[in-house]
C-alpha cells in the first residue's frame, strides 16, 4: 500500500487481516493467524517504513478496539547488516532494551518481552505466539561462521518459550542473492552440502550436542551461555 501515514496503512492492515482471519478460522477453528513485522523495531519511521513497534502497538489499539482476537506474531529477525554472518554478534544495532533500534535473534527477547505486557496478551490470558517466519545467514564470509549462527539461531529460539518455530532461508543458494553478499543457502547453487548442513540435519537431534561444542570454538564462547531464556 502506497501510503506513508501509519493510521491509515494500520487500518487497512487491520481490517484485511481481520477477514483473513475469520475466513481462516472459520474452516480450521485451531488454526494460528499471524501479522509480520521484520527486524526495523524502535528505529526512527519514514515515508518508506514504518517502525515494528509502533506499528504493532497500533495494531494491537485497532484489534482490541473492534473486539480482540487470537493474531499472532511472525518476524525475520534478519542480522544487519543482513550480509553479517554472526548471528550472535550485531553490535550497536541489537540491544536488550525496547528502545533497540533492530531486533534480531540475538535480541529477540526484546520483541517476547513486549508481547507478555498485559496490554498485548491474548483472549486466552496467554503470550501471543512467535513464529520466526525467515531467516538466514551467508556463508560468502566463511562456511564456519554459518554453520555456527546457524546453531545459535536455533538454540536462541529454542531457549525462548513464546518463539514456537523458526524457518531458515534457504536450502540453497540463489544467484541473485549471492550478488547482494547473500550466500544464504546450506547448499550451493550447485547442490553440494556446505559445511552448515550437517549442523542444521542434527541441530535438534541427540547428535546436537558435538555441533554445538564446534560453533563454540568458532564462536570463541560457550554458545550455551549466550543464550536469553524466556
Not at 138 to 144: A, F, I, M, N, R
Not at 159 to 186: C, K
Request: hydrophobic residues 40%; aromatic residues 12%.
Amino acid at each position: 500500500m502506497n501510503t506513508g501515514d501509519l493510521g491509515i496503512f494500520t487500518g487497512e492492515y487491520a481490517r484485511a487481516f481481520r477477514i483473513f482471519y475469520n475466513g481462516i478460522r472459520s474452516e480450521n477453528a485451531n488454526a494460528r493467524v499471524y501479522m509480520c513485522i521484520d527486524q526495523q523495531w524502535a528505529r526512527a519511521s519514514s515515508p518508506k517504513y514504518f517502525s515494528g513497534v509502533s506499528f504493532l502497538s497500533l495494531f494491537n489499539d485497532m484489534m482490541t478496539a473492534e473486539g480482540n482476537i487470537d493474531w499472532h506474531v511472525a518476524m525475520h529477525p534478519y542480522n544487519v547488516p543482513l550480509y553479517s554472518p554472526m548471528a550472535w554478534n550485531n553490535g550497536k544495532y541489537a540491544s536488550h532494551s525496547q528502545a533497540t533500534p533492530y531486533i534480531t535473534i540475538q535480541n529477540i527477547d526484546v520483541l517476547t518481552d513486549y508481547l507478555s505486557q498485559p496490554k498485548l496478551i491474548a483472549p486466552n490470558g496467554q503470550v501471543r505466539s512467535v513464529l520466526l517466519s525467515e531467516v538466514g545467514y551467508t556463508s560468502l564470509q566463511g562456511e564456519p561462521l554459518q554453520a555456527a549462527s546457524l546453531i545459535y539461531a536455533y538454540k536462541q529460539a529454542e531457549a525462548n518459550s513464546h518463539v514456537d518455530g523458526i524457518i531458515f532461508s534457504r536450502e540453497m543458494d540463489a544467484p541473485s542473492e549471492i550478488a547482494q553478499g547473500l550466500a544464504n543457502g546450506i547448499c550451493g547453487v550447485g547442490g553440494a552440502h556446505k559445511q552448515s548442513y550437517a549442523y542444521f540435519q542434527f541441530m535438534d537431534t541427540p547428535e546436537a550436542g558435538a555441533y554445538i561444542n564446534n560453533a563454540s570454538a568458532i564462536i570463541g564462547a560457550d554458545l550455551n551461555s549466550l543464550l536469553i531464556r524466556r
